[in-house]
């Protein structure tokens, strides 16, 4: 059983950047797709970024593209999400989560049950 830890949220002022973790207690495949979802007050849960463990590919959601960036380090199995010039609607606990033996496709952000491990999520607030 997989867990993942987040850590980094926190409150920003609007323009702000912060930077979330997430660190998983194992990994047991050569590859795997771990997302960053984030849930607003009263919204529904959508993925914001998507990268890839032994493989390349990230995928950005349209409302975070050019503004978050997701890395990663296969070897300490941690992921990064820096999130830069952050805005009052960025405001959500964000998780992240592990689809396991898989790459990342760009509809997976749309389509959280793709995803079997998730962290228990961490509060971002951004402030005026």
């Known amino acids: 059983q997989m867990h993942l830890v987040e850590s980094g949220g926190g409150s920003v002022q609007a323009g702000g950047s912060l930077r979330l973790s997430c660190t998983a207690s194992e990994f047991r495949d050569y590859k795997r797709c771990m997302g960053w979802f984030r849930q607003a007050p009263g919204k529904e849960r959508e993925g914001v970024a998507l990268i890839e463990f032994a493989g390349s590919e990230i995928y950005y959601s349209d409302s975070v593209k050019g503004r978050f960036k997701a890395a990663n380090d296969n070897a300490n199995k941690t992921a990064w999400l820096q999130m830069n010039r952050l805005n009052e609607e960025d405001t959500a606990k964000y998780f992240c989560?592990?689809?396991?033996?898989?790459?990342?496709?760009?509809?997976?952000?749309?389509?959280?049950?793709?995803?079997?491990?998730w962290g228990e999520g961490v509060q971002v607030v951004v402030s005026s």
């Open positions: 989560a592990v689809r396991p033996d898989a790459w990342c496709y760009g509809d997976y952000l749309a389509d959280e049950s793709r995803f079997e491990y």
